[in-house]
């Protein structure tokens, strides 16, 4: 079981959906601090995060995702004001097909440059104790997405790079473990205007299916990935739906 105690939170995302209700709930747990990284900041949000544990301090830094330079500049100001990290979540979701750069940049390339950006500040062997890392992936990083299938390629490369850098080799030498999340349909903001959002237009008669669904409430999702976190197993999958937790096991179908 995980100690929450004392220890260093990162959290790169929105003010809303699950990442941002994981953050409300860790705030109950006997953290240190939590550094806050977004393009702009929601002050109220904020105001309200800190009231849920004044014993937690609670800061903000902006940080574009899209660029490089502005990721490693505010994870050095981060990781200095921290002194170590000790979990890094990446939980930024973002759906747009028809913006090929901003969907990928945002769920896939921005996740990386962010990770590597932490590990210094992570790593036992440089800065670091030790730690994890939490990839916010979807269950259309297991599956095929037809109407969103840029939204799937980003999702679906989040698992490959957590399986990867969750290998046993590199947890070894480093001391941090990485995790990642496959939420099934949640009730947040990004499930609006789906329509407007489809990948190409012959896959829109395909989107009622997913209106219709039933969906999770981001409250209940983040309170099973917390439990996820918990388990501290390394390089593992774990399936979010309804309110449910389950570990997802791959096939190997091909090694050295």
Known sequence: MFDWTAKNVVYAGSFTGIGWQMMMQLMQKKIKMIGIMHRMENVEMMKKLQAENPAVKVIFMPMNLMDKLSIEQTMLKMGQMMGHIDVLINGEDVLLDKDVETTMGMNLTGMIMMTMSAMPYMDKTQMGMGGMVINLSSVYGLEPAPTFAVYAAAKHGVLGFTRSMGDKVIYQKTGVMFMAMCPGLTSTEMMANLRENVTWHHSESLVEAIESA????????????????????????WLVNMGQLKEVMPMTHWQM
């Open 214 to 237: 039933k969906r999770q409430m981001p409250e209940e999702a983040a309170m099973q990935m917390i439990k996820a976190m918990e388990m501290m197993k390394n390089g593992s999958m």
